[in-house]
């Protein structure tokens, strides 16, 4: 195989790029779910757009909490956690640099970690809740470890199709990206991605009109979408969720996000214990009051 690559690039990236023609096998035009051969001739032009981070005073967000270490924040639906190349300006990490600019210089030692600067977990897009953000790089290394040893306690109320078998439950199952990389799967035999370790816990709170019950949810792994694909694949979909649903399931259309909400997280740092709430927003409040049970 023989490669020319002017710069070091995202796997999203390279993924866009493929679909535009710009990297061949053999000379010619692949799909990214190509599968690369023994001696396969790889050529690849792809020339990397710097992306820049930009403050944004435009932002405004709830604060739950702050000191010298740590910012908790209270993260609408719809809100982007950082930039990507899709969305550049609009996302917390954008209102991050306008409020706290001591973060811009706070990452792991790589490109993408760059444009997510403090940020030591995430949320989709289109989920709500509290998170925290790292103010100072020791800060920043001490929470990456804690998350990467599942030392951190992270709970989420979901309201989702159906009752599951158990009031209470665990769900144990490995994932790996999708062939497009854009999705998780559930891990199978013929799995050609990594596979990783993912647990989630779950409770039953109540149970509600029209066949929905809210969850709450603790995972203690922490893959992307975990919580969205687990409870899916134990069939019971998250009310709202676009991405991973089952076809058999009728879908709300005045839905406008998956109803999965991040209420609390807890930990210490540094010899002191913390703990943050986020309230339920009003889409959620909403939903609940419309299917409440007598």
Same mark, same amino acid.
């Given at each position: 195989?023989?490669?020319?690559?002017?710069?070091?690039?995202?796997?999203?990236?390279?993924?866009?790029?493929?679909?535009?023609?710009?990297?061949?096998?053999?000379?010619?035009?692949? &799909?990214?779910?190509?599968? *690369? @051969?023994? $001696?396969?001739?790889? =050529?690849?032009?792809? !020339? #990397?757009?710097?992306? %820049?981070?930009?403050?944004?005073?435009?932002?405004?967000?709830?604060?739950?909490?702050?000191?010298?270490?740590?910012?908790?924040?209270?993260?609408?639906?719809?809100?982007?956690?950082?930039?990507?190349?899709?969305?550049?300006?609009?996302?917390?990490?954008?209102?991050?640099?306008?409020?706290?600019?001591?973060?811009?210089?706070?990452?792991?030692?790589?490109?993408?970690?760059?444009?997510?600067?403090?940020?030591?977990?995430?949320?989709?897009?289109?989920?709500?809740?509290?998170?925290?953000?790292?103010?100072?790089? &020791?800060?920043?290394?001490? *929470? @990456?470890? $804690?998350?990467?040893? =599942?030392?951190?306690? !992270? #709970?989420?109320?979901? %309201?989702?199709?159906?009752?599951?078998?158990?009031?209470?439950?665990?769900?144990?199952?490995?994932?790996?990206?999708?062939?497009?990389?854009?999705?998780?799967?559930?891990?199978?035999?013929?799995?050609?991605?990594?596979?990783?370790?993912?647990?989630?816990?779950?409770?039953?709170?109540?149970?509600?009109?029209?066949?929905?019950?809210?969850?709450?949810?603790?995972?203690?792994?922490?893959?992307?979408?975990?919580?969205?694909?687990?409870?899916?694949?134990?069939?019971?979909?998250?009310?709202?969720?676009?991405?991973?649903?089952?076809?058999?399931?009728?879908?709300?259309?005045?839905?406008?996000?998956?109803?999965?909400?991040?209420?609390?997280?807890?930990?210490?740092?540094?010899?002191?214990?913390?703990?943050?709430?986020?309230?339920?927003?009003?889409?959620?409040?909403?939903?609940?009051?419309?299917?409440?049970?007598?």
């Amino acid at each position: 195989m023989e490669f020319f690559l002017n710069d070091n690039i995202t796997r999203g990236e390279i993924i866009k790029q493929i679909k535009a023609g710009k990297v061949l096998a053999n000379n010619k035009i692949i &799909k990214p779910s190509y599968i *690369l @051969k023994e $001696q396969d001739e790889i =050529k690849i032009d792809i !020339k #990397k757009e710097k992306n %820049i981070l930009k403050p944004s005073r435009k932002i405004k967000l709830k604060i739950i909490f702050q000191d010298e270490n740590i910012i908790a924040i209270d993260k609408p639906a719809g809100m982007q956690v950082h930039p990507d190349d899709n969305q550049k300006e609009n996302t917390l990490v954008n209102y991050l640099l306008a409020e706290f600019p001591e973060i811009e210089n706070i990452y792991d030692d790589s490109e993408d970690d760059r444009m997510r600067p403090g940020i030591v977990h995430r949320l989709d897009k289109d989920t709500s809740g509290v998170i925290i953000i790292a103010r100072n790089q &020791k800060t920043f290394l001490e *929470l @990456k470890r $804690q998350f990467k040893n =599942k030392e951190i306690e !992270k #709970k989420y109320l979901a %309201i989702v199709y159906g009752m599951p078998n158990l009031n209470e439950g665990v769900i144990e199952k490995p994932l790996a990206r999708s062939t497009d990389y854009r999705k998780q799967t559930v891990a199978g035999r013929k799995t050609k991605t990594k596979i990783r370790e993912a647990i989630t816990y779950y409770k039953t709170i109540k149970v509600l009109k029209d066949n929905f019950v809210l969850l709450e949810v603790a995972p203690k792994t922490g893959r992307m979408h975990q919580i969205r694909v687990h409870l899916t694949s134990d069939g019971h979909p998250i009310v709202g969720d676009k991405k991973y649903f089952l076809k058999n399931i009728k879908r709300l259309a005045k839905i406008d996000r998956q109803l999965l909400h991040a209420t609390s997280i807890k930990f210490s740092l540094f010899g002191k214990a913390y703990e943050f709430n986020s309230p339920l927003p009003k889409d959620f409040e909403e939903f609940m009051k419309t299917h409440f049970l007598d």
